[in-house]
């Protein structure tokens, strides 16, 4: 099978390449509708990876949160036409108490994989998850997104302490939104602060029980469990902050990525006893339960439609630009690719 792949092949830069792609009997082709750019695939098009890595990994088509329809279902799963969201992770091994993930085994779409950035996708039934109908399909472009934050809810709910009357979520961005949102349904008694820098960004966090500029938060504020959704250069102050406030023994989950090292007061770690979770990306399973939550609770997905941001239709290489550029500018919301190539 012939297949166009958008491959990014320098900063700024995507040429299409035709690929002959062998598609196994058993195998699943989905036709990508929409796609939805994140903070990774930014780095990647904006050149600020580490020049190592960009060699490593381009050309390389880009995005990882997608969804689409089946053409082609050789396994017998699903119908041609069928709307599905597609799993970005590509584990090629099981392990016992590691999951699918976490494994350096797996490969992921838009890291070491080609991502959904193509004509067609090729895949595995056990890869892709029935869209519920009726769910909004600007909202379904960043599934991916929601069930990172799914994962880390479900580990953190596996392994916290009992302590659930209060949690607090650092980072006013798409993620602590998501993460906050999320907060607030599966605890709906407790108390779900949030902690941002931008006050316009915290006007729209409407489900929070109160939110705080992290230059004004009281210092008798306290917590019994954090997640941190900074990532970058602002991780260690949020840890920092977060530390200084969260009860003894509760947990810190840290959610932002970093490119350089960030420091952490062990000391207070140590004093305190608490638990730091790290977790990344998501599996199988949490596209499952995050669909699922989708199809139950219709006020959560209305609640993420806040957060779309531009729509563009995607016919060439040159609406991909513009599409990037209009994200790079936006301080808030998820940009969505309606992919019509």
Same mark, same amino acid.
Request: proline share 0%; charged share 20%; net charge neutral.
């Given at each position: 099978m012939l297949n166009t792949v958008y491959q990014l092949v320098a900063p700024r830069r995507i040429d299409l390449a035709i690929e002959d792609v062998v598609v196994a009997p058993s195998a699943v082709v989905v036709r990508p509708t929409h796609l939805s750019i994140c903070h990774a695939d930014q780095r990647y098009y904006q050149g600020l990876r580490d020049p190592k890595v960009l060699a490593e990994k381009l050309p390389m088509a880009m995005i990882h949160e997608a969804h689409g329809e089946v053409v082609f279902d050789g396994s017998g799963t699903y119908s041609v036409g069928q709307? +599905? +969201?597609m799993i970005p992770n590509l584990p090629t091994?099981?392990?016992p108490y590691i999951a699918e993930n976490y494994l350096r085994s797996s490969k992921f779409r838009s890291s070491s994989a080609d991502g959904f950035m193509q004509e067609l996708v090729v895949t595995t039934a056990n890869r892709v998850v029935p869209l519920p109908e009726g769910i909004d399909l600007n909202v379904a472009?960043? %599934?991916e997104l929601v069930t990172v934050a799914m994962h880390v809810l479900d580990r953190f709910d596996a392994t916290a302490n009992a302590g659930r009357s209060a949690f607090g979520v650092w980072g006013d961005g798409n993620m602590g939104y998501i993460t906050c949102l999320l907060l607030r349904t599966r605890f709906p008694e407790a108390d779900v602060y949030m902690f941002g820098k931008n006050p316009e960004k915290l006007a729209d966090f409407t489900f929070a029980t109160r939110t705080f500029v992290i230059s004004e938060v009281p210092a008798d504020l306290r917590i019994d469990h954090a997640f941190e959704c900074v990532g970058?250069?602002?991780?260690a102050d949020a840890i920092e902050q977060i530390i200084e406030h969260i009860h003894p023994e509760g947990t810190i989950a840290l959610m932002g990525v970093s490119e350089n090292p960030v420091p +952490?007061? %062990?000391r207070m770690v140590l004093e305190k006893g608490l638990r730091l979770l790290g977790s990344s990306r998501s599996g199988l399973a949490d596209f499952q339960n995050t669909l699922a939550l989708f199809q139950e609770q219709p006020q959560v997905v209305a609640q993420l439609s806040r957060i779309v941001g531009g729509v563009f239709d995607i016919h060439d290489t040159s609406d991909?630009?513009?599409a990037f550029a209009d994200d790079r500018a936006r301080r808030?919301?998820?940009t969505i690719l309606h992919w019509l190539v």
């Open positions: 709307q +599905v +969201v091994e099981e392990h472009a960043f %599934t970058g250069a602002g991780s +952490v007061n %062990t991909i630009a513009k808030f919301g998820k």
